[in-house]
């Protein structure tokens, strides 16, 4: 078959079947620390601190044009990017003109045999072939019928598949998919396909990472670093998708920290593609939940709070139920203060094309009261019952407000509704992972069929789905307060959760200056790998200490955080001290084995009280020197986390310990890393020949009082 070309419009690519490749790398920047006084101001463009080292100043790209922001060559035609060369390179495969369901071999430049099916998913059989820039793929439909293409769904990613774009073998039930010239990024077939006699099979979803690094497809979620966005809060890139706080009930919320304040999906494409998060080493998002919400105002948590709120952090869902199939008739189901479905296609590519990872809050606990699915199967939810008072006593029945009713998920038919919902969701927007809200207020039995659905219609290209080691491994992490954390960290429910404990042992080691260092290393050094240990799990019932069960697992991979939307800020915590904050960003981004979760705001030191204080919009420009100086210490932080495996993978063991000062030892093969923490008056650690510190912090043996340094090898 000839080479086609198809325009890739949402990478701005050409992609051909045939044979070609432009991988790219991801940006960085090395970030200095301000001078001292006044305000820095970063616009709404820039990206890594002034003084970030260039990476076109130390290439030479021949027959192409640098890409400062990508960190990368954009070639001509005939030729491709080679990282390892840092130049353009002739394309081997420019000429080349395979059949569909065979890549070329960029190092020969010719065509590979297509590949035969030894993968089962669904009704389907499969294989797949890649290439740094190739994916093919042959399907086989096993099962009765005949395929209807036509009357199909077809698509890579966002982008819609024509029938002639797949090589169909009607005799045998086989379709033969190739595309090439694809840059590094995850790339996903859906396929939500039809037989001739009308029915829907179910969708098959075949996810791939391309493209070399732990970015991309060596990546592991123990190599994550994540950043919470709340999305309504981060930065309004779009004033004309802004609600009105005055229309209907929403004029009933007096407090202005309660009400829409215009964050959107464009201000996140924005801040994606200016290196925000790259800067810091994030290759993970965790947004609020995309879907659509009440725009009504809502009633308080406690029974005796009289205030109203509005949904803008996305736990008030009401597309509940939402799939390709039933649409409940919503016109669409995307939160319109956020933006538009285009637009959430727009950021997952974004993101993707640069090694990040987005992951969703996921609400499946409740629904608003206005929900279609409420309205048309009470049956399906728990009478009401308050959980003000009952958080535990009634911690499966009880719904949050008197308009958020709580699922039953005793009922088989609400379990397939909610997880059909949750699969459409991941497939439909090439998502990478859920934060499951609410987990311990779930019933089992639906944790249990969610984690069973993701395995066999999204991990289809999993080997081991009891780990979380491979590119395509959908990650996802409870929250379960209250000492349940344990308990749904099974290789049939979660790999990991939101770990409370951590967060309150760094609360009160790093930030409130409550307990010494000494303690927080005693508990560190096992925490590393608690949860991959299997352990009794011990809950408070409402009346006493009871065992629920045992949980942890060998696959276990915990979020690790200091602060979150749920808790009084980082910095309020701290006194107001930046210092201690930077005591903080170190331990969290040298903390191995789980995944460092930041929230923001607490990458340059927002104050706030408890909720709704919490959740003040993030700030871009006009930053303290103060401010400047914590974002730069935790994008150093995180650019060294990104940079060394033992930071990630390693283990860690103690070389020096005080009551106020830690000095450890990170280990992943060749890989060594020195940390040392000190809230103590100015100490002394000589770090090995060769060591200096990443942090700019510590030189000639002196670790200075209330700082920490971050010691790798020249």
């Given at each position: 078959?000839?080479?086609?070309v198809?325009?890739?419009l949402?990478?701005?690519?050409t992609?051909?079947?045939?044979?070609s490749?432009?991988?790219?790398?991801?940006?960085?920047?090395?970030?200095?620390?301000?001078?001292?006084?006044?305000?820095?101001?970063?616009?709404?463009?820039?990206?890594?601190?002034?003084?970030?080292?260039?990476?076109?100043?130390?290439?030479?790209?021949?027959?192409?044009?640098?890409?400062?922001?990508?960190?990368?060559?954009?070639?001509?035609?005939?030729?491709?990017?080679?990282?390892?060369?840092?130049?353009?390179v002739?394309?081997?495969?420019?000429?080349?003109?395979?059949?569909?369901?065979?890549?070329?071999?960029?190092?020969?430049?010719?065509?590979?045999a297509?590949?035969?099916?030894?993968?089962?998913?669904?009704?389907?059989?499969?294989?797949?072939?890649?290439?740094?820039?190739?994916?093919?793929?042959?399907?086989?439909?096993?099962?009765?019928?005949?395929?209807?293409?036509?009357?199909?769904?077809?698509?890579?990613?966002?982008?819609?598949?024509?029938?002639?774009?797949?090589?169909?073998?009607?005799?045998?039930?086989?379709?033969?998919?190739?595309?090439?010239?694809?840059?590094?990024?995850?790339?996903?077939?859906?396929?939500?396909?039809?037989?001739?006699?009308?029915?829907?099979?179910?969708?098959?979803?075949?996810?791939?990472?391309?493209?070399?690094?732990?970015?991309?497809?060596?990546?592991?979620?123990?190599?994550?670093?994540m950043?919470?966005?709340?999305?309504?809060?981060?930065?309004?890139?779009?004033?004309?998708n802004?609600?009105?706080?005055?229309?209907?009930?929403?004029?009933?919320?007096?407090?202005?920290?309660?009400?829409?304040?215009?964050?959107?999906?464009?201000?996140?494409?924005?801040?994606?593609?200016?290196?925000?998060?790259?800067?810091?080493?994030?290759?993970?998002?965790?947004?609020?939940?995309?879907?659509?919400?009440?725009?009504?105002?809502?009633?308080?948590?406690?029974?005796?709070?009289?205030?109203?709120?509005?949904?803008?952090?996305?736990?008030?869902?009401?597309?509940?139920?939402?799939?390709h199939?039933?649409?409940?008739?919503?016109?669409?189901?995307?939160e319109?203060?956020?933006?538009?479905?285009?637009?959430l296609?727009?950021?997952?590519?974004?993101?993707?094309?640069?090694?990040?990872?987005?992951?969703?809050?996921f609400?499946?606990?409740?629904?608003?009261?206005?929900?279609?699915?409420?309205r048309?199967?009470?049956?399906?939810?728990?009478?009401?019952n308050?959980?003000?008072?009952?958080?535990?006593?009634?911690?499966?029945?009880?719904?949050?407000?008197?308009?958020?009713p709580?699922?039953?998920?005793?009922?088989?038919?609400?379990?397939?509704?909610?997880v059909?919902?949750?699969?459409?969701?991941?497939?439909?927007?090439?998502?990478?992972g859920?934060?499951?809200?609410?987990?311990?207020?779930?019933?089992?039995?639906?944790?249990?069929a969610?984690?069973?659905?993701?395995?066999?219609?999204?991990?289809?290209?999993?080997?081991?789905?009891?780990?979380?080691?491979?590119?395509?491994?959908?990650y996802?992490?409870?929250?379960?307060?209250?000492?349940?954390?344990?308990?749904?960290?099974?290789?049939?429910?979660?790999?990991?959760?939101?770990?409370?404990?951590?967060y309150?042992?760094?609360k009160?080691?790093l930030?409130?200056?409550?307990?010494?260092?000494?303690?927080?290393?005693?508990?560190?050094?096992?925490?590393?790998?608690a949860?991959?240990?299997?352990?009794?799990?011990?809950?408070?019932?409402?009346?006493?200490?009871?065992?629920?069960?045992?949980?942890?697992?060998?696959?276990?991979?915990?979020?690790?955080?200091?602060?979150?939307?749920?808790?009084?800020?980082?910095?309020?915590?701290?006194?107001?001290?930046?210092?201690?904050?930077?005591?903080?960003?170190?331990?969290?981004?040298?903390?191995?084995?789980?995944?460092?979760?930041?929230?923001?705001?607490?990458?340059?030191?927002?104050?706030?009280?408890?909720?709704?204080?919490?959740?003040?919009?993030?700030?871009?420009?006009?930053l303290?020197?103060?401010?400047?100086?914590?974002?730069?210490?935790?994008?150093?932080?995180?650019?060294?986390?990104?940079?060394?495996?033992?930071?990630?993978?390693?283990?860690?063991?103690?070389?020096?310990?005080?009551?106020?000062?830690?000095?450890?030892?990170?280990?992943?093969?060749?890989?060594?890393?020195?940390?040392?923490?000190?809230?103590?008056?100015?100490?002394?650690?000589?770090?090995?020949?060769?060591?200096?510190?990443?942090?700019?912090?510590?030189?000639?043996?002196?670790?200075?009082?209330?700082?920490?340094?971050?010691f790798?090898?020249?």
């Amino acid at each position: 078959m000839q080479a086609k070309v198809v325009p890739w419009l949402a990478f701005s690519l050409t992609v051909v079947v045939g044979c070609s490749a432009a991988p790219n790398t991801a940006a960085t920047g090395d970030p200095v620390e301000p001078g001292d006084g006044g305000t820095v101001d970063a616009a709404l463009g820039e990206g890594a601190d002034a003084g970030a080292s260039p990476f076109c100043a130390a290439v030479s790209c021949g027959s192409g044009t640098c890409n400062e922001s990508e960190r990368r060559c954009d070639c001509q035609a005939g030729f491709v990017f080679d990282p390892s060369a840092l130049s353009c390179v002739q394309d081997r495969c420019a000429d080349a003109m395979c059949e569909t369901g065979a890549l070329c071999d960029p190092e020969t430049g010719q065509c590979a045999a297509r590949c035969t099916p030894n993968q089962t998913a669904l009704s389907f059989s499969f294989c797949l072939d890649t290439s740094e820039s190739g994916y093919a793929a042959v399907i086989a439909y096993q099962g009765a019928g005949d395929l209807d293409l036509t009357a199909s769904e077809l698509r890579l990613n966002d982008r819609k598949l024509a029938v002639s774009e797949l090589g169909y073998d009607a005799a045998n039930k086989t379709l033969n998919v190739s595309f090439s010239g694809l840059t590094p990024g995850k790339y996903s077939l859906l396929l939500r396909l039809k037989i001739s006699a009308g029915a829907d099979l179910r969708p098959l979803f075949l996810p791939v990472w391309l493209g070399a690094g732990a970015r991309y497809k060596d990546f592991a979620w123990q190599d994550a670093i994540m950043y919470q966005v709340m999305t309504d809060r981060f930065l309004n890139g779009d004033s004309a998708n802004d609600l009105d706080n005055t229309q209907g009930t929403l004029a009933q919320v007096d407090d202005v920290r309660s009400q829409w304040q215009g964050g959107d999906f464009r201000g996140l494409i924005t801040k994606i593609k200016d290196g925000y998060f790259t800067d810091m080493g994030i290759n993970a998002l965790w947004i609020s939940s995309p879907l659509l919400n009440s725009h009504n105002s809502q009633p308080a948590v406690e029974l005796a709070d009289k205030r109203r709120f509005s949904s803008y952090h996305s736990y008030h869902p009401i597309v509940t139920g939402y799939t390709h199939l039933d649409k409940l008739g919503y016109d669409s189901p995307i939160e319109p203060a956020f933006g538009s479905e285009a637009e959430l296609h727009e950021l997952v590519n974004e993101a993707h094309a640069r090694g990040i990872r987005v992951i969703p809050d996921f609400v499946a606990n409740h629904v608003q009261a206005e929900a279609k699915l409420y309205r048309e199967h009470k049956d399906w939810f728990f009478p009401y019952n308050a959980c003000d008072g009952n958080w535990d006593a009634r911690r499966v029945d009880c719904w949050f407000t008197s308009e958020m009713p709580d699922f039953d998920f005793g009922k088989p038919e609400a379990i397939r509704a909610v997880v059909d919902h949750a699969l459409w969701l991941i497939q439909e927007y090439n998502f990478d992972g859920f934060r499951a809200d609410a987990l311990k207020h779930m019933d089992d039995a639906f944790v249990r069929a969610l984690k069973k659905a993701v395995i066999e219609e999204v991990e289809t290209t999993v080997s081991d789905h009891a780990r979380s080691e491979e590119a395509s491994v959908f990650y996802m992490v409870g929250e379960s307060l209250g000492g349940w954390a344990r308990y749904h960290v099974r290789p049939d429910m979660v790999q990991g959760q939101v770990d409370e404990e951590y967060y309150n042992r760094t609360k009160a080691a790093l930030l409130r200056y409550e307990r010494p260092i000494r303690d927080l290393a005693g508990f560190a050094l096992n925490n590393d790998a608690a949860y991959r240990r299997e352990q009794d799990v011990v809950v408070w019932n409402g009346s006493g200490n009871v065992r629920v069960g045992r949980g942890g697992y060998p696959g276990a991979i915990m979020g690790n955080f200091f602060g979150n939307h749920d808790q009084v800020r980082a910095l309020t915590e701290a006194g107001g001290d930046h210092v201690r904050l930077r005591l903080a960003h170190t331990f969290l981004m040298t903390s191995p084995g789980n995944v460092p979760m930041l929230y923001q705001g607490d990458d340059i030191g927002t104050t706030g009280e408890k909720d709704p204080d919490n959740r003040k919009m993030h700030k871009f420009a006009g930053l303290s020197a103060a401010e400047q100086a914590s974002l730069s210490h935790v994008r150093r932080a995180g650019k060294l986390r990104e940079q060394h495996v033992a930071l990630r993978r390693g283990t860690r063991e103690t070389v020096l310990l005080e009551d106020y000062f830690w000095v450890y030892k990170l280990s992943a093969g060749d890989d060594v890393v020195y940390v040392a923490l000190n809230r103590d008056a100015d100490k002394r650690y000589v770090a090995p020949e060769d060591y200096i510190d990443g942090l700019g912090n510590c030189a000639n043996g002196r670790v200075p009082s209330q700082s920490s340094c971050i010691f790798v090898r020249q």
